[in-house]
């Protein structure tokens, strides 16, 4: 199985200032067909997962254009230009290239 | 708008069995690919299984092979997950989710459904 590791696990951040959270996988995510499956997920507290990017940094209706993902091969990032009040909760990686689809163990944001 | 609703959740004893359903509204059914992802209390999400269009094909995370069953009903729009053999690490909330872009790619959840396995 592919393994998702994301860093940090924590990232207390300010008001207005950016985020980072890193994501790698312990194999390629390049898929047969050329394309790579990563996407990103965003879960509120007490809520459903929602998800805000696929393939990498494909932004999901609605999802503000402050997220943006980036990378390649094994190793890609989510940022956040500018983290407000509501991007408050976990974020989590996830593989769609292989079987099983696997996640990380997510990244909890909250504010300083 | 598109809407998945699961119920089914409760309480089991271990070893024992309970079927989740989803029900699904506001997009063709019949069209997608949909998965099953579960968050045990306090824990990160985990990937359980996926079921093509047609229900023809099926793939399961280790864990809950042999043990798990996804299934569905083009002609009412519902999913189905039967579980197994229930373990106390089979707690969690269950979501049901419409795939987008590739099989097993949630886009779009459900609020979820609890199970929880104690004797």
């Known amino acids: 199985d592919i393994v998702m590791t994301q860093s940090p696990l924590s990232l207390p951040v300010t008001l207005g200032q950016p985020a980072s959270i890193s994501c790698r996988s312990s194999?390629?995510?390049?898929?047969?067909?050329?394309?790579?499956?990563l996407n990103w997920f965003q879960q509120r507290p007490g809520q459903s997962p929602r998800r805000l990017i696929y393939?990498?940094?494909n932004r999901d209706s609605g999802v503000p254009d402050r997220f943006s993902g980036s990378g390649s091969g094994t190793d890609f990032t989510l940022k956040i230009s500018r983290v407000e009040a509501e991007d408050v909760g976990i974020y989590y990686c996830?593989?769609?290239?292989?079987?099983?689809?696997?996640f990380g163990q997510g990244t909890r944001v909250d504010i300083k | 708008e598109v809407q998945l609703l699961e119920s089914g959740g409760g309480l089991v004893q271990p070893g024992g069995s309970l079927r989740l359903s989803c029900a699904a509204s506001?997009?063709?059914?019949?069209?997608?690919?949909m998965s099953w992802v579960r968050q045990a209390p306090g824990k990160g999400l985990d990937w359980v299984s996926v079921?093509?269009?047609?229900?023809?094909?099926?793939y399961y995370a280790d864990s809950v092979k042999g043990r798990f069953t996804v299934s569905r009903d083009n002609s009412k729009n519902t999913l189905f997950l039967q579980l197994n053999s229930l373990r106390a690490e089979d707690t969690a909330v269950y979501y049901c989710?419409?795939?987008?872009?590739?099989?097993?790619?949630?886009?779009?959840w459900g609020q979820g459904t609890l199970v929880t396995v104690s004797s």
């Open positions: 989710a419409k795939d987008e872009v590739v099989p097993g790619t949630p886009g779009i």
């Open positions: 506001g997009f063709t059914f019949s069209g997608y690919s």
């Open positions: 079921i093509d269009h047609s229900g023809a094909d099926t």
């Open positions: 194999q390629s995510l390049v898929h047969s067909d050329g394309n790579t499956y």
């Open positions: 393939k990498v940094s």
């Open positions: 996830m593989q769609g290239t292989d079987w099983p689809r696997t």
